[in-house]
T-cell receptor
């Protein structure tokens, strides 16, 4: 069965520091992968998605993610975080039956 | 273009009651999906509607049901509410159903509290 694991429930980084959020997936075929962000009291906003091609994907708000098939990973990165990046981040995989399976999320805290 | 709207934003019910939540997709979008979000289980897929037909269903009991109207607006209904139904219910719309590659746009959600 398809699954998504986000190993870190909470991550705290200082403003201006670099960020990497981890995501591992389990899926038999070529996955469709997504990263979403959810601010408090808000719905989810798509940051970026990977379907095929270049394994380094650029998204909105300065985020990028790299698909590594050998590691079944799709980690999200940002070179320098801003206080406004504090939110919850969800990795998701598009499953073969057209459903999207979400990870449990990583809550990002930013230190001033 | 207006985003996905969900009404009401907050709802408080008691056990045993039923509730109806509404979702208006982005204009032109014909697919509407519903998700339940809880701290323990995270985001779980409820069902998806396209052209007034349910295309996909998650692993939820029959107390959870939905429908879609000809204008693509969707409602979900939960009957005989249980405490565990307290959650944020998110609606997402997309242009094409059955295409995982099609971007889903989420509404702000309806926060349901069951007392």
């Amino acid at each position: 069965a398809q699954s998504v694991t986000q190993p870190d429930i909470h991550i705290t980084v200082s403003e201006g520091a670099s960020l990497e959020l981890r995501c591992n997936y389990s899926y038999g075929a070529t996955p469709y992968l997504f990263w979403y962000v959810q601010s408090p009291g808000q719905g989810l906003q798509l940051l970026l998605k990977y379907f095929s091609g270049d394994t380094l994907v650029q998204g909105i708000k300065g985020f990028e993610a790299e698909f590594k098939r050998s590691q079944s990973s799709f980690n999200l990165r940002k070179p320098s975080v801003h206080w406004s990046d504090a939110a919850e981040y969800f990795c998701a995989v598009g499953a073969g039956d057209d459903k999207i399976i979400f990870g449990k999320g990583t809550r990002l805290h930013i230190l001033p | 273009k207006a985003g996905v709207t969900q009404t009401p934003r907050y709802l408080i019910k008691t056990r045993g009651q039923q509730v109806t939540l509404s979702c208006s997709p982005i204009s032109g979008h014909r697919s509407v999906s519903w998700y339940q979000q809880t701290p323990g289980q995270g985001l779980q897929f409820l069902f998806e509607y396209f052209s007034e037909t349910q295309r996909n269903k998650g692993n939820f009991p029959g107390r959870f049901s939905g429908r879609q109207f000809s204008n693509s607006r969707s409602e979900m209904n939960v009957s005989t509410l249980e405490l565990g139904d307290s959650a944020l219910y998110l609606c997402a719309s997309s242009f094409i159903a059955g295409e995982v590659t099609d971007t889903q746009y989420f509404g702000p959600g309806t926060r349901l509290t069951v007392l």
